[in-house]
């Protein structure tokens, strides 16, 4: 079982860079393939990016790429999010997932087992 928790979301103008944590409680969050995903009103759930549990292999939305870097931090259990050049349509609640059976990063959140509250994003124009 794995609690995930989101915190750093907020109110941002264009341009501007918001760092996303996720505090995952237990002791094999290093064994967890983990994501991002965003959910925008009138919208569907939507892949942002996703990283491996060692951290060596990620993957992005292509919307996302160049934006945005994934990250995580074994030793602290904590997965992260830096975005940057936000803009309007970025902004969403922000969920981070956990999974214990995938092994390459994934956008299919179907694969995901655990996921946190999220936490809003939202950009001004």
Not at 86 to 98: G, H, I, N, R, S
Request: some cysteine.
């Amino acid at each position: 079982q794995v609690q995930l928790v989101e915190s750093g979301g907020g109110l941002v103008q264009a341009g501007g860079s918001l760092r996303l944590s996720c505090a995952a409680s237990g002791r094999t969050f290093g064994t967890y393939a983990m994501a991002w995903f965003r959910h925008a009103p009138g919208n569907d759930r939507e892949f942002v990016a996703a990283i491996n549990y060692s951290g060596g292999s990620l993957s992005y939305a292509d919307s996302m790429k160049g934006r945005f870097t994934i990250s995580r931090d074994n030793a602290k259990n904590t997965l992260y999010l830096q975005m940057g050049s936000l803009k309007p349509e970025d902004t969403a609640v922000y969920f981070c997932a956990a999974s214990g059976t995938i092994l390459n990063p994934s956008g299919n959140s179907g694969g995901y087992d655990y996921w946190g509250q999220g936490t809003q994003v939202t950009v001004s124009s």
